[in-house]
Structure formats: C-alpha cells, structure tokens
C-alpha cells in the first residue's frame, strides 16, 4: 500500500530539467524533512506537531492508502500523457512500496521522475526503474539541522548517478556559497538554482537575483511554472 497525498494531472512539470512537459503527479504523504518554507506541507504538518511551519492539516484528510492498481487506474486517466512525476512529501520513504507501481508503468512505456531532498538512498530497483532524479538538497535556509538535511552517501550515491539533476531553492544571495561547497564537495552536475517564492509576488522578488547567480557561476536557470501560473493552488 501507498500512502498518498494527491494524484493530479494532466499538468505541466513545474520546475527543473524537465519544466513545460506533460506530466501526471502522484504526491506522497510524509516528510523527514520540515522546511519553513515549504509549499506541500499538506503532505506532513499535522494539527498538533509542534514544527515551525504555520499552516497546519488534519492528517485524515491528507493521507490516503492506495494500492499500486488503484494509482494506476487513476494515471491511466489520462490516455495521452505517459510522463509521471512522483514527488511529495519525500517519497523515497515509500521506496519498498513504489516498486511494483513503476514496474508496471514502465510496461505501458512511462517516463518516471522522481522528486527526493536526498536524503534516503533509492534501492538498485528503484535506480533502475526511475528515468530522471530531481534531487533538491535543502540549505541553512529551510530551518533543517544539518545533520537531518545532509546525507553524504545519498547525495555522492545520486550525484555518481548520470540520471540525476540538483535543485537548490535560493532565497538570497548569501545562499550561493553554500550551494557552491556542495556542488564541489558532491561533484554535482545538472544543477539548477530555483527562486525562493510560494506565490507569484514572492517569485518576483527573488527571481532576477537567482538569475544573476546563475549567469556568474554558469548554472542552470528554473523558474516555478506552476507557482507563476496558479499561485497557491492546490492539484494542478
């Protein structure tokens, strides 16, 4: 069984390598990780947790068990889009659960991404079955202590990894030499910087600086396509 958040799509993919394409999402519920920022806290804020995220969910409307024919069913919805991203939550904490929902997509010919922080190692299965990692390590900046945040081996086991991307959320300038270090100490490449904003008006006030650091430090540019398009809301 799944624990699982939301199913929705047709959409567009968001963010990073793969921003503008058709994609189905499946969002899992759960997190080991509680950024201050983060805009899916629907997937692990419960009423009564005591994290600093402000906005708070009750867990019996959140989470949902699914069988891997239960997602399919509802993917397989869409008759012309055979593109999935999985994200969360961190979904890798459901790794043992994902293997069989992959392998039968990948009979009917899907493209998978899977959205992780980097913090839990994918299994060989789980790295063969995949076709693109979006990994997003967090910084200083979400409110995580290092040692939860940072994981050496997953991050240097991803980075050796050629099917893997590297996003970083960039919410000032000052962020860039964190993001530096960890791009050399990993050997990361595909990175992306990614501006800091839950609604258009906070994407505005970060976006041309993160550009900037992208120009001086020839890294890869993603905007929030979803975030310019929808703001807040929730399934698209």
């Not at 994290?51 to 509802?74: L, Q, T």
């Not at 839990?120 to 945040?149: H, W």
Request: net charge neutral.
């Amino acid at each position: 069984m799944l624990k699982v958040n939301e199913i929705f799509g047709p959409t567009v993919q968001g963010e990073g390598k793969s921003i503008g394409i058709d994609v189905m999402f499946l969002r899992l519920a759960f997190c080991n990780l509680h950024c201050q920022w983060c805009d899916t806290p629907h997937t692990w804020n419960w009423v009564g947790t005591d994290f600093g995220h402000p906005n708070k969910f009750k867990k019996e409307n959140e989470v949902h068990e699914m069988n891997y024919s239960e997602v399919i069913a509802k993917l397989l919805k869409s008759n012309f889009v055979k593109a999935l991203v999985i994200s969360g939550g961190e979904p890798l904490l459901q790794g043992k659960n994902l293997v069989t929902l992959l392998e039968v997509l990948k009979t009917y010919g899907w493209w998978i991404e899977i959205e992780t922080n980097g913090c839990v190692m994918p299994s060989e299965k789980i790295f063969n079955l995949t076709d693109q990692f979006n990994c997003s390590p967090k910084l200083s900046n979400s409110g995580n202590p290092e040692n939860a945040r940072l994981k050496p081996k997953v991050l240097t086991a991803l980075a050796q990894n050629p099917k893997s991307t590297f996003k970083f959320v960039v919410s000032c300038e000052d962020d860039i030499s964190e993001i530096k270090e960890m791009i050399e100490r990993f050997h990361m490449e595909q990175v992306y910087l990614m501006p800091l904003g839950m609604n258009p008006e906070q994407l505005n006030q970060t976006r041309e600086m993160t550009k900037r650091l992208c120009d001086i430090y020839n890294l890869n540019f993603s905007d929030r396509l979803h975030v310019v398009k929808y703001g807040g809301r929730r399934g698209v």
